[in-house]
């Protein structure tokens, strides 16, 4: 089956505790994205991929890293969590020739203390 | 730059009425891609729609249909005859062509369909 996972779907943690959510497609797209969902906000994009080793910043980077060493993997960091980062984080991927839709992984809902 | 505009926060209807979701977007690209996505109260986001700047052509799946009109910039997504299933975030997005650009999302509506 074709999907997007996320790991974890949920997790609270403390402020300054590193963190890693994962992010795995199984579809070999070459472009995959994260977002962070916030009431009134809408999805805003934190990093996307174009492809292994290829990143770049989307809307709101500050405060995250990512990295893309395989093709199917496209974890988000948090060196020094924050309560402002207390968010909905959806991973997305899609095809990177041409404009298709993306496909979303489950969220993961993550709460900053 | 892109901008994407869903004026309508949160709309209630009651079964069975027709609703109307708006969108409005900004671009100066030439070519470029819409979408909707919904995304249901369980959380996950769902595609319903990509459409080409170059095809204005209105689209029509089941209840949903969708009205492109670029001379004003919109991409207006319309439920008939709703169900208490179709209670959900709707988000409009855009994306200029081309497989490695920005998706630029709106803030979304909220769609509740009252029994």
């Known amino acids: 089956e074709a999907q997007v996972t996320q790991n974890p779907r949920y997790l609270i943690t403390v402020t300054g505790k590193k963190l890693t959510v994962t992010c795995s497609q199984n579809m070999n797209h070459e472009y995959m994205s994260w977002y962070r969902q916030d009431p009134g906000l809408g999805l805003r994009q934190i990093y996307y991929s174009m492809n292994v080793e290829v990143t770049d910043k989307g809307d709101v980077p500050e405060g995250y890293k990512v990295s893309r060493k395989e093709k199917r993997n496209f974890p988000l960091i948090l060196e020094s969590p924050s309560p402002n980062q207390t968010s909905l984080y959806f991973c997305?991927?899609?095809?990177?020739?041409?404009?298709?839709?993306?496909?979303f992984g489950p969220g993961t809902r993550l709460t900053v203390t | 730059a892109q901008k994407v505009t869903q004026a309508q926060t949160e709309i209630s209807v009651v079964e069975k009425e027709d609703v109307t979701l708006d969108c409005v977007y900004e671009?100066?690209?030439?070519?470029?891609?819409l979408f909707w996505y919904k995304q249901p109260p369980s959380g996950e986001l769902v595609f319903l729609i990509r459409r080409n700047s170059f095809d204005e052509q209105n689209e029509i799946s089941g209840r949903y249909s969708w009205n492109f009109q670029k001379s004003t910039s919109s991409f207006n997504f319309t439920i008939t005859a709703s169900q208490v299933v179709d209670s959900a975030v709707y988000f409009c997005?855009?994306?200029?062509?081309?497989?490695?650009?920005?998706?630029?999302f709106g803030t979304g509506t909220k769609l509740q369909v009252i029994p």
């Open positions: 671009t100066r690209d030439t070519t470029y891609y």
């Open positions: 997005a855009l994306a200029p062509t081309g497989g490695y650009q920005k998706v630029t």
């Open positions: 997305a991927s899609k095809p990177g020739h041409g404009t298709y839709e993306q496909y």
